[in-house]
């Protein structure tokens, strides 16, 4: 067996539904925000859609999708960046982001028997796991980028001696799990780098739609759709040079469950994808491509989506101002990144015996004795460990639930 | 970029799409033998259920897969091959087979920067050009398995010296492109071998479906349904240890369009797959799985299709009857196998000046030339070079016009 495989941290969504799983099957009633999960319903337009694409006789998708699909994805990206994409050059359909991201790293990293070679890929410390994964299953190193006070990765962090080994650098705005945006700035700053010592910047937006008015985000705005969060595409028009975007619908248009998305940016990037990707079994069925089209040519479910989350938001943000917890970052994505308090430190909670804060563990642990689901930051990474991150994805009514729990035990 | 990329080549099926839509455009009228893309409906009953699986709100699905598509798959292998297959321990759901196969390899590779490792993996000559893809792609060797006159990849070519370096073996029986079905003494050949040098043997079993009276099939039959042709898994029961087998919804039950199948076999191969899998994004829409699970339970339909391609395969073989070609192995798959007639040699055809016996790339562009798509069997390799793969998928009544226009021109 691959050695890889040993060194793999346990998948943290397997090892929460696992748990969560188990708890229901006892009958204790949970409410849910540790997930990113979208909860609410695909808009019944794009289910017609799918609907009307499943047809008697089908054939076997190609990995380059369906021509309607790359264009509807071209021109979305051009009326919410403000920025050119060329439908046959910088465009290709994915099975959904986490596809994509896992199969765009063992592209740029050079031979691994190669010891001089690019094998280090450059992630956030506090990181959706599958970036770094898919750098450990194909026998590179990860490099782990230090966040600053900002909770962005400071970029400073790529040295000479790092940027001259870096195949790849992953950012992440908005950011899951602590909803922090860059500002178009943060882009050409990596790009430059990327410039000077010729790696890739990949991007990971798959939250880019969900904002909310007054978050901060319209401080990352650029060309394109006012008050929303940026994007590498933006500081990359218009020849997308060593970068590329990956984008879904799974929070957008609450399609989790059709693993839809695409990849977009460097030509030359995009032309070796389309040469790799149809020997890799990730062409994605027509009749999802027929829902994505559908989707992503309409943004009136999108802003009824907004409204639906920032309704939910205002709720925990104003419960947090109340009870003294404090939120940073969380200016986009459905996340609420906040500090635990510090009476619910580990020495009162688990029986540790030293800790000067809260103690995201000892926390997320009592939130679940009283059915309140969160997911504890050090499970990010120590980084995190203060933290608590809050996924604001159960309806109204369920967040009130949660709000009225949380009103007497916090 | 990684090196390996530019060591693969053209992807067949990528190309053979694109220069016959090149030749659609220009309106000439083309059928199709060339590629093994079923052409008829799928079921009502499956449609069905995929529509009814489309529910208001879905989630993410996981690689695990739902417990009753687990359970149809461990039924069916149970009710077709005889062998007991529990659900949990031996069955994993797959987006198909191409992935499941891409997807395998890495898991078995050592680490490409030990020398000393296993980074080996066995090949048929003439073979599915993903299994080699993805061994390049991720930094191993193909050793080339030399084909018998049987067809059966000869099982001494693997020496101690390429055994003690193997890290996996690819079998597929019913075989693309020649029709061969192996017994079961062969697989058992297969495994003690993979237990005399500690390698895996993995089974592509996408054709298993599609078999006929007196082809010859019968001589493979085990325990399950009789006159079928054997599995890896007969002869690896009742634990699979080194043994996994591919199977896929595509044949069997017309579902290319919908990338399901399933992974059986070894129980620790299944368990490292269930932790690796979730991060991967191969994980199977939910509706997809529903309608599988529909597919998996019926085997009318399966019959029904395995009818309608034996009538067209008769028609070929008639047809080859009466001309005198000569068609080898060819007892299973919708594959016929055949020898180029030695008077379409290249040297008449394309101006080559030696050529004992006919050239495919010749015979091919002729008929081509006169509205009949067929693959030369030189495409797979040099082994098939004297050969022609004929895809008997087209209907019955465009099987009977390519018949006539065949009877003219051979």
Redesign the interface.
């Known amino acids: 067996?691959?050695?890889?495989?040993s060194r793999?941290k346990?998948?943290a969504?397997?090892q929460l539904?696992a748990r969560q799983d188990a708890l229901r099957a006892q009958g204790v009633r949970l409410i849910n925000f540790g997930v990113g999960?979208p909860?609410?319903?695909?808009p019944?337009f794009i289910?017609d859609a799918?609907?009307k694409g499943?047809t008697?006789?089908?054939?076997?998708?190609?990995a380059a999708g369906l021509p309607e699909l790359r264009q509807a994805v071209a021109a979305w990206i051009g009326r919410r960046y403000g920025v050119r994409a060329d439908p046959e050059r910088h465009v290709l359909p994915s099975?959904?982001?986490?596809?994509?991201?896992?199969?765009l790293t063992?592209?740029?990293?050079?031979?691994?028997?190669q010891?001089t070679s690019r094998q280090l890929v450059a992630i956030p410390e506090l990181a959706y796991?599958?970036y770094g994964?898919?750098v450990t299953?194909?026998?590179a190193e990860v490099f782990p980028m230090p966040l600053g006070p900002d909770w962005l990765p400071d970029l400073n962090a790529i040295t000479p001696e790092v940027g001259e080994r870096l195949a790849l650098l992953w950012l992440n705005f908005p950011n899951n799990p602590t909803g922090a945006v860059a500002p178009l700035s943060y882009y050409r700053d990596a790009l430059a780098l990327a410039e000077r010592y010729g790696f890739c910047v990949a991007s990971d937006e798959a939250y880019s739609e969900l904002w909310y008015d007054g978050s901060g985000a319209a401080g990352a705005a650029g060309p394109g759709v006012q008050g929303a969060p940026g994007s590498l595409l933006q500081a990359a028009a218009p020849d997308f040079h060593n970068a590329v975007a990956v984008n879904t619908l799974?929070k957008r248009s609450?399609?989790?469950?059709?693993?839809s998305g695409f990849i977009a940016g460097d030509p030359d990037l995009i032309r070796?994808m389309k040469?790799?990707r149809?020997?890799?079994?990730?062409?994605t069925?027509?009749?999802?491509q027929r829902a994505s089209v559908a989707a992503w040519n309409d943004e009136t479910h999108v802003e009824a989506q907004r409204a639906r989350y920032a309704e939910r938001r205002r709720l925990f943000l104003d419960l947090f101002a109340r009870k003294g917890i404090q939120v940073e970052a969380s200016q986009a994505a459905f996340y609420l990144w906040a500090r635990v308090p510090q009476r619910f430190g580990p020495s009162s909670m688990s029986g540790a015996s030293s800790a000067s804060s809260g103690d995201s563990f000892a926390f997320a642990e009592y939130l679940m004795d009283n059915g309140v689901i969160v997911l504890p930051g050090g499970f990010m990474g120590e980084r995190g460990r203060d933290y608590f991150r809050l996924a604001f994805v159960p309806s109204l009514d369920t967040c009130r639930e949660a709000v009225e729990i949380l009103e007497r035990v916090l």
Chains 1, 2 share one sequence.
Not at 1 to 5: E, K, L, S, Y
Not at 39 to 42: G, H, I, L, N, P
Not at 278 to 283: K, T
Request: proline share 11%; hydrophobic share 35%.
């Open positions: 067996m691959n050695p890889a495989i793999l346990p998948y969504f397997t539904r999960d909860e609410d319903e695909t019944a289910r799918i609907v499943i008697p006789s089908g054939r076997y998708p190609t099975n959904g982001a986490k596809e994509a991201i896992w199969n063992p592209l740029l990293l050079d031979d691994p028997s010891r796991q599958v994964d898919s299953m194909h026998h799974s609450n399609m989790t469950a059709y693993r070796v040469d790799v149809p020997r890799i079994g990730v062409a069925p027509e009749f999802i």
